[in-house]
């Protein structure tokens, strides 16, 4: 079983960084890859960044690129999504999730990833 807590949300003028923690407990292992999706109000939820857990390859959504950082730390099990430049079309639910029997790139599909974290509320204002 694989449990995700989120933390880092928060009410942030347009321009200023969130830096976002996921800590992970439950196995990590060189097939796991970890994504940060988002759901706006009325939206479909989205990939925004993902990270391969065994090299730190990464993907990011074009809306976010040269703006965020995904990263992980093996000693802490957690992974961080560093949010700069926000815009207000940032505000979301941010969600960390987990998947872990993929071979390959880091999956862009919700329906690939296993377990969700409860999610983080991101407020970015004009």
């Known amino acids: 079983q694989v449990q995700l807590v989120e933390s880092g949300g928060g009410l942030v003028q347009a321009g200023g960084s969130l830096r976002l923690s996921c800590v992970v407990s439950?196995?990590?292992?060189?097939?796991?890859?970890m994504g940060w999706f988002r759901q706006a109000p009325g939206k479909e939820r989205e990939i925004v960044a993902g990270?391969?857990?065994?090299?730190?390859?990464?993907y990011y959504a074009d809306s976010v690129k040269g703006r965020f950082t995904i990263s992980r730390d093996n000693a802490k099990n957690t992974v961080y999504l560093q949010m700069n430049s926000l815009k207000p079309e940032d505000t979301a639910v941010y969600y960390c999730a987990f998947c872990g029997s993929v071979i390959g790139s880091v999956p862009v599909s919700k329906e690939a990833y296993d377990y969700w974290g409860q999610g983080t509320q991101v407020t970015v204002s004009s």
């Open positions: 439950g196995r990590t292992s060189s097939t796991v890859r």
């Open positions: 990270i391969r857990w065994s090299d730190s390859r990464t």
